[in-house]
């Protein structure tokens, strides 16, 4: 196992969570899960059946920064990389060869080049390929605060210039960046300002109120406005040269079987016309 501790904040545990998970546990001597669901009871056996995996529960309301930083405090590790929970590791080998280089090498952290794959396992995104901030660094030298529009923008104590780091042009891990039920995709959309802000706690409340200046009259009149979101991004047109195929293709033998099949046939592009598509999900 590494000496490295994964932090990772969750508001549903998914399948694709699940797989998430399960390409670390083998690799990472801690892995730290904040659970922020939103319901009192979560199904978490498929999680805390490993040892080195803990969750969390805590009441920082909608402050995503605070969560993260909270996680990061707990670490027991001085290695500590961000986690989402619609991460793959894709490259062991290279997982391990970053924690010897950091640690033989006293690096402050590593950026790799991670492949932002969308809509299926052939595309990236073609204005964002890759996921290249800072996900591994030790211990103090990130901190996540409220900065450029992001409630958890990650800070570093020095500039730049002033710590030891390191560049590796090659793929760590797999952002599965829309792999994701339609209203998580929805959600996702404006996630930064909600969690930028402590008024609402509901989301759908908060963009009824961002959207007509007042709140709903009913329950009812709240479901039907989240119906017609949610209907919003099911019926969506991409247009084609929003994804690029990506070249070389992914290494599929490397990856779980599972999370393949899952993926394969759960999400499918749609192609509408020369020029554009939809995205169908089957969750």
Request: charged content about 20%.
């Amino acid at each position: 196992m590494l000496s490295i501790t994964t932090c990772t904040v969750c508001r549903q545990f998914t399948r694709l969570f699940q797989y998430s998970i399960e390409s670390i546990v083998d690799v990472i001597d801690e892995i730290l899960i904040f659970d922020d669901s939103s319901i009192d009871y979560v199904n978490t056996t498929d999680f805390t059946k490993y040892s080195n995996v803990k969750i969390i529960k805590k009441d920082f309301g909608n402050d995503l920064g605070k969560k993260k930083q909270y996680l990061a405090n707990l670490a027991k590790h001085d290695i500590i990389m961000r986690w989402d929970d619609d991460f793959i590791l894709y490259n062991k080998e290279l997982m391990r060869n970053i924690c010897n280089i950091m640690q033989e090498q006293t690096l402050d952290f590593v950026i790799t080049y991670n492949y932002n794959i969308s809509f299926t396992l052939d595309y990236v995104n073609a204005s964002q390929p890759y996921c290249d901030e800072i996900y591994i660094y030790r211990k103090g030298v990130v901190t996540f605060q409220h900065e450029k529009n992001f409630p958890d923008y990650p800070v570093l104590y020095k500039h730049h210039s002033d710590l030891l780091s390191k560049s590796i042009d090659e793929c760590l891990f797999l952002h599965m960046s829309n792999f994701k039920s339609y209203e998580s995709l929805l959600y996702r959309n404006f996630m930064c300002a909600f969690c930028s802000q402590s008024k609402f706690s509901n989301y759908y409340e908060w963009l009824f109120y961002n959207e007509y200046k007042r709140s709903p009259a009913t329950n009812c009149e709240l479901m039907q406005f989240k119906l017609i979101n949610i209907n919003y991004i099911k019926n969506r047109v991409y247009p084609l040269n929003s994804i690029k195929l990506l070249q070389p293709s992914l290494k599929l033998d490397i990856l779980n079987p599972q999370l393949i099949t899952f993926i394969r046939d759960h999400f499918k592009i749609v192609l509408t016309n020369d020029s554009n598509f939809t995205y169908e999900i089957t969750l």
